[in-house]
């Protein structure tokens, strides 16, 4: 097809955009289904469909079609606005990357994906990692082809860093953790050597029905609209956005953990703020989508930590709780409750760990992918690796699998590469605190009255609305000036130290 103007080829470009994404919503959608609704024996079924999308959304991005339109726009870069230069190249790097990638095995991998999902969570449930090691040991080979399919200038674990955070790489990571173990650590001993908070209230039984209603409520202090916003239950808590008015959240309700859900529903209401805040202008382009994964966990880490377990936010959500669990509750007043929400101690769950150790959970992880990728650790060996780590970081021994390596669905879920971003986003949040208290004196003033409007609109503006128009590094440094890990480290030494009178 020959193009004679830019404009015509940017239509036909979105429109062939538009297709692939109808298709990608649809099997957003039936993810979404698999993991909320659908009855577990349907798997197998919705595979195959699964499989039959992937294939079709397979051929539309990698139509020789982009590649023309992409090749005429990309010669006729001077007439482009900076905003289309950044969709053509984001276009680029899909098209480049997914023709790599043969199309057999894509969507075989898809298939895997469906099926390892459902061996993981039946696995996990019984503590059978040696039904799951095959589909991992699987997963990691078609993860480490991928990696030199798509960036065989990396090495395949930094090019599987660079899938989540574009310029992320290991020498950047294990430098970052060296300073992140350094300061925690040793926090984490003099914790272990003064008076431990006490959470055993946390821990009476909530009703979920009572529960339920705290996440309703929940939502609305953090003004999320119901309208475009759903909430339902999984096995694992995960947000999913199909565009700024259709994103879902989900939470995992513990009749022994009170705790455990409200700061889900906090930490995902924290994603999906950020995915209904993006520049409407960019709607239905490459633009108009989250950044990366590690600025996505900034977002929902800032509202669940620095936000969520803030003593002025608590004391503000604390009558609501009274009101829903008056006898759980009996005796306890706001300040207990907020030294026990963030009661500090080496635990086996990463969901559930505290704002202190959470990182050294991510370490554990780090450390297995790099060998998993670079082939020195077998699948079926993760999990003596693993709890060899948690004895290490953590000095914690590991009772079984399901609270062990089973634990999170992200490599069933193909997701490998993808922890280091949790770790990544928990510490870019102290730096855009401070930034944010220096623009905004009576920020704490507003919190403390439960209006959050001034947190989401300097998040709004420096951060969700640009979607994808800069890389995350450079995003960051426009919005707090160049990231640097020892604002993270001061915060949490100041934090800890306040609240265990080390
Ligand atoms: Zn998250």
């Not at 790599?100 to 894509?106: K, W």
């Not at 703020?273 to 900034?298: F, R």
Request: hydrophobic fraction near 40%; include cysteine; charge should be negative.
């Amino acid at each position: 097809m020959p193009f004679t103007d830019v404009a015509a080829a940017l239509q036909a470009l979105r429109a062939l955009e538009a297709k692939t994404h109808a298709y990608s919503h649809a099997l957003g959608v039936m993810g979404h289904d698999a993991a909320t609704a659908a009855p577990k024996g349907s798997f197998a079924g919705r595979g195959k469909t699964m499989g039959i999308l992937s294939e079709i959304i397979y051929h539309l991005e990698t139509d020789p079609e982009v590649g023309e339109l992409l090749n005429f726009l990309e010669s006729h870069q001077e007439q482009l606005e900076p905003a289309v230069q950044r969709e053509v190249a984001l276009l680029r790097k899909n098209y480049d990357q997914t023709c790599r990638i043969p199309s057999a095995e894509y969507v075989a991998y898809g298939v895997l994906l469906n099926e390892a999902q459902a061996v993981w969570e039946k696995a996990k449930k019984g503590n059978d990692f040696d039904a799951f090691a095959p589909y991992l040991e699987k997963i990691v080979d078609y993860n480490r082809r991928f990696a030199a399919y798509r960036n065989p200038a990396l090495a395949p674990y930094d090019a599987l860093l660079n899938e989540y955070e574009e310029g992320l790489n290991t020498r950047i990571l294990d430098s970052f953790f060296a300073q992140l173990r350094q300061a925690i650590v040793p926090l984490v001993s003099k914790i272990q050597a003064t008076k431990q908070i006490d959470d055993s209230f946390l821990h009476k039984t909530y009703p979920v029905a009572g529960q339920r209603a705290l996440a309703n409520y929940i939502m609305d202090v953090m003004g999320i609209d119901r309208q475009y916003c759903g909430l339902a239950e999984s096995e694992h808590p995960y947000t999913t956005g199909f565009n700024t008015k259709d994103v879902r959240i989900t939470t995992h309700y513990y009749l022994q953990d009170v705790a455990a859900s409200l700061y889900s529903v906090i930490h995902e209401g924290g994603h999906a703020i950020y995915e209904m805040n993006i520049g409407p202008e960019y709607e239905g382009t490459a633009v108009g989508h989250a950044v990366s994964m590690g600025i996505h966990e900034s977002q929902s880490r800032f509202f669940e930590n620095i936000i969520g377990r803030s003593r002025p936010f608590i004391h503000y959500i604390f009558p609501k709780l009274v009101e829903i669990f008056p006898e759980q509750l009996a005796g306890v007043d706001a300040d207990q409750f907020w030294q026990a929400v963030n009661k500090a101690e080496p635990s086996l769950v990463r969901t559930e760990a505290d704002e202190l150790t959470y990182s050294l959970h991510i370490m554990v992880r780090y450390e297995l992918e790099k060998q998993l990728i670079a082939g020195t650790l077998a699948a079926r060996d993760v999990p003596a690796a693993w709890n060899r780590l948690y004895k290490e970081y953590l000095g914690i021994d590991v009772p079984n699998d399901t609270q062990g390596c089973l634990q999170d669905s992200h490599w069933s879920g193909g997701s490998i590469g993808y922890f280091p971003s949790y770790a990544l986003g928990s510490a870019y949040g102290p730096q855009m605190l401070l930034c944010m208290e220096q623009e905004l004196p009576d920020l704490w003033q507003h919190i403390a009255l439960g209006d959050l409007r001034q947190v989401k609109g300097w998040l709004q503006s420096h951060i969700h609305r640009h979607g994808s128009l800069y890389q995350p590094a450079k995003l960051f440094e426009m919005a707090c000036g160049p990231f640097d890990a020892r604002h993270y480290t001061d915060y949490l030494t100041k934090k800890y130290t306040e609240l265990y009178h080390l």
